[in-house]
């Protein structure tokens, strides 16, 4: 297959991931789902209750891969080399940047006006999600270059922030778009506080930092090398080209399915993607953050999706705050509630129901594969790593 091929090959991929949820939402609904178009997302129904036998089955999987995640070495996992950081190492090792003791004032003060309720500032709160989260994305970029010894994305790769904005914003107006199949999984009350055109212009700004946040995160875990290598030498898994073809065919069966069963099949939102187009550049000849499974180096797809979980954590923990110190809906125009089926269970400071913070797993590796899938379509270098990492 040729360089075009591959091209083409992608966005045909891409493309059908809107596409078969529509298809498979009007044969459901025999036309547009209810809510199709509402932006942002509203609520439109009520979803189905509680299943027991749904919050079962969902509980045997979370156990797995908890247990996947706690005890790897019941799974095949070796230990990994031990190996001391360089900048623990080096005892005069550089400081916190300054853009580390910056952000700090700064996500101190959106924190506070965004969960406090003082009249005279309550038009600021409307403004403070996408000051807070960059703020706490140049405190992560602050803590790996403490850690890394002046290594960093800020330090030495500024170009890659851009683009990783850019990319995040495009990103998840994807989700939210395949969202509307899944009858609004999550929604924002507070659509009244800007106009049409307010709120497309603040929430692509506040799409920007998703995925900046999440590679973060995964740099910041990258430093702790028990972590690291935690997942290195794991099983080494090969695959063929029949399996590739069954995976992709899965995930177009699965996407269509989305939209037919938007209820039972609500998870899929967060699955489909993973089958469809990692299997598509697999196909392709691409790399993809399964390609070092081979080898039997699990840790880059493992380390993304606990960099997202442990992000999902912050993005959880701001937004319930958002509402809970509020005597009524908080003026957050950023602020989401959940609507889950059969799941909805088990809340713990959180509007997301505990099991659903497994699916922050899956998200983040999503934002990885569709990170990858622009860059090859795009042709800009899709390499996240910060090559002067300790060894």
Known sequence: MNKGRKTVFLIVTFALIFLLPLLGSLAKWKGLPPGYGDFPAQKVEEDPGFSLLYFSLACVVALVIALVLIFPRWFGFKKGERITPVALENKSGPGFPVWFWGSLPVLAVCWFLMWARIDALVSIEAYTFVPLWWSFILLLDGLVYRRNNGVSIISRKPHLMQLLAVVSCFSWFAFEYLNFFVMENWYYPNSQVFSNFGNIFWFSLSYTTVLPAIVEWYH?????PSVRERYSKGPKLQVNTTFLV???????ILAFGMGYYPYLLFWVLWVALVPMLSAAMALAGYWTPFTPIKNGDWSKVILIALATLLNGFFWEFWNFGSEWFHDSLPTNPNYWKYSVPYLDKLHIFSE???????GYLFFGVNCWIMWLIAAYVFKFDPDIELKEEHN
């Open 220 to 224: 910041l875990l990258r430093t702790f």
């Open 352 to 358: 997301m129901p505990v099991l659903g913070y497994y």
């Open 246 to 252: 069954v995976f992709y065919i899965a995930g177009l």
